[in-house]
């Protein structure tokens, strides 16, 4: 029974607009986290050059990852205290700077201007293509510059067919190592997105419960697997809502059906299904449960509602109470669970008119009379 949806609709837009906003703020903090442990990735595997550059005899390279070191250092340290645009550039003009350095001091058998790629994936997946496309360029110009002037002058520096092998197979696993780490920590971050989108997709903003939408999701399952035994629907409507609204406004409201939510689903075991069917009324599926289980369920709902205290709404100089009337139905047999739910809405409506605050499991009850003959 919804007489008053509470701004149902514009609640759904919030909620969306309101997901959009966590869901960039999840993806900009993801992305940051990412540059954090870039650093310390970063910092780590110059410790790992500074060995082999000494065994190498590049006392020139070994000496430049002291400075590569202290340099992603301080740039963990900025990415800490969220000074993010002076991080990105000090990790930037490290990376291109040790990259270029020993491209001109060791050449391209060395290879370390593979470095160079891990530009690409950290422009694209951090800013929009268009901004990306500059820097990208600049990056590949200067690798171009890089190679001319190795093909004109040569390497700075004489090094070993052995040493220039180890350079290059050591800067190849470490390249392949970091783009591999990238690429799985994005796909984590994407799977754990979709999930949550399909959790805010699947309940209601307002109350946090499940939404329509998921709860026909639910039926449909429940409907098609039919071996776990007895079910039982619960019909919940707040009582007067219409009357709570107009005096409290949608505010006062929004409150009344939070609170209620938050007591329905206290009242219910993990294995139950709640949802907010619409404005003022939830829909409560109970698992192995016969009727009269299920009534008992009802009617402990039932007291803890009218048991609430809203001290923030105060009618009169007292705190405002609610009512709620519930109605109860059992499937039968191989009944459609939708069928179910008719039922129990129609136990509701009977309760509805035999006086409101209380439950109506059966056909026969005073108020379904009433609603009869009325």
Same mark, same amino acid.
């Given at each position: *029974?919804?007489?008053?949806?509470? &701004?149902?609709?514009?609640?759904? #837009?919030?909620?969306?607009?309101?997901?959009?906003?966590?869901?960039?703020?999840?993806?900009?903090?993801?992305?940051?986290? *990412?540059?954090?442990?870039?650093?310390?990735?970063?910092?780590?595997?110059?410790? @790992?050059?500074?060995?082999? !550059?000494?065994?190498?005899?590049?006392? &020139?390279?070994?000496? !430049?990852?002291?400075?590569?070191?202290?340099?992603?250092?301080?740039?963990?340290?900025?990415?800490?205290?969220?000074?993010?645009? @002076?991080?990105?550039?000090? *990790?930037?003009?490290?990376?291109?700077?040790? #990259?270029?350095?020993?491209?001109?001091?060791?050449?391209?058998?060395?290879?370390?201007?593979?470095?160079?790629?891990? !530009?690409?994936?950290?422009?694209? @997946?951090?800013s929009s293509p268009r901004r990306a496309m500059l820097p990208a360029a600049a990056v590949l110009a200067a690798y171009v510059a890089l190679d001319a002037w190795v093909y004109a002058f040569g390497p700075m520096a004489l090094i070993s067919p052995f040493d220039q092998a180890l350079m290059r197979h050591f800067n190849s696993a470490i390249i392949i190592g970091m783009l591999s780490y990238l690429a799985i920590y994005y796909r984590k971050r994407v799977v754990s997105s979709e999930r949550q989108l399909r959790a805010w997709a699947g309940s209601d903003p307002l109350t946090g419960l499940a939404n329509r939408r998921h709860m026909d999701a639910?039926?449909?399952?429940?409907?098609?697997?039919?071996?776990?035994?007895?079910?039982?629907?619960?019909? +919940?409507?707040? /009582?007067?809502?219409?009357?709570?609204?107009?005096?409290?406004?949608?505010?006062? =409201?929004? *409150?009344?059906?939070?609170?209620? #939510?938050?007591?329905?689903?206290?009242?219910?075991? /993990?294995?139950?299904?709640?949802?907010?069917?619409?404005?003022?009324?939830?829909?409560?599926?109970?698992?192995?449960?016969?009727?009269?289980?299920?009534?008992?369920?009802?009617?402990?709902?039932?007291?803890?509602?009218?048991?609430?205290?809203?001290?923030?709404?105060?009618?009169?100089? #007292?705190?405002?109470?609610?009512?709620?009337?519930? =109605?109860?139905?059992?499937?039968?047999?191989?009944?459609?669970?939708?069928?179910?739910?008719?039922? +129990?809405?129609?136990? @509701?409506?009977?309760?509805?008119?035999?006086?409101?605050?209380?439950?109506?499991?059966?056909?026969?009850?005073? =108020?379904?009379? +009433?609603?009869?003959? =009325?």
């Amino acid at each position: *029974m919804s007489t008053a949806h509470n &701004a149902f609709p514009s609640q759904s #837009a919030t909620g969306a607009e309101r997901g959009a906003l966590r869901g960039a703020l999840r993806g900009a903090r993801a992305y940051w986290e *990412m540059q954090k442990r870039c650093a310390i990735i970063a910092g780590s595997v110059n410790v @790992l050059m500074l060995v082999v !550059f000494h065994i190498a005899g590049l006392d &020139a390279l070994a000496l !430049f990852s002291v400075g590569s070191i202290a340099a992603y250092a301080l740039a963990w340290l900025c990415l800490q205290r969220r000074h993010n645009r @002076l991080a990105i550039g000090l *990790m930037c003009a490290e990376t291109v700077t040790h #990259a270029g350095f020993g491209f001109l001091l060791a050449g391209p058998e060395s290879g370390s201007h593979y470095y160079l790629l891990l !530009f690409f994936p950290a422009l694209f @997946l951090g800013s929009s293509p268009r901004r990306a496309m500059l820097p990208a360029a600049a990056v590949l110009a200067a690798y171009v510059a890089l190679d001319a002037w190795v093909y004109a002058f040569g390497p700075m520096a004489l090094i070993s067919p052995f040493d220039q092998a180890l350079m290059r197979h050591f800067n190849s696993a470490i390249i392949i190592g970091m783009l591999s780490y990238l690429a799985i920590y994005y796909r984590k971050r994407v799977v754990s997105s979709e999930r949550q989108l399909r959790a805010w997709a699947g309940s209601d903003p307002l109350t946090g419960l499940a939404n329509r939408r998921h709860m026909d999701a639910t039926i449909r399952a429940l409907d098609a697997d039919r071996r776990g035994g007895e079910l039982a629907v619960l019909m +919940a409507d707040i /009582d007067h809502f219409k009357s709570i609204n107009d005096r409290f406004g949608h505010e006062g =409201g929004d *409150m009344v059906l939070r609170r209620v #939510a938050e007591v329905i689903q206290g009242c219910v075991r /993990d294995t139950d299904h709640v949802a907010r069917w619409g404005g003022e009324e939830f829909l409560i599926i109970l698992s192995a449960t016969p009727l009269h289980q299920a009534a008992e369920t009802a009617e402990r709902i039932r007291r803890a509602v009218e048991r609430i205290a809203f001290d923030e709404l105060s009618c009169e100089g #007292a705190p405002l109470r609610v009512t709620l009337t519930l =109605g109860v139905a059992e499937r039968a047999g191989q009944e459609a669970l939708q069928a179910t739910i008719r039922k +129990a809405d129609e136990y @509701l409506y009977a309760g509805k008119h035999g006086g409101r605050n209380r439950v109506c499991r059966h056909a026969d009850d005073p =108020g379904r009379r +009433a609603l009869r003959q =009325g």
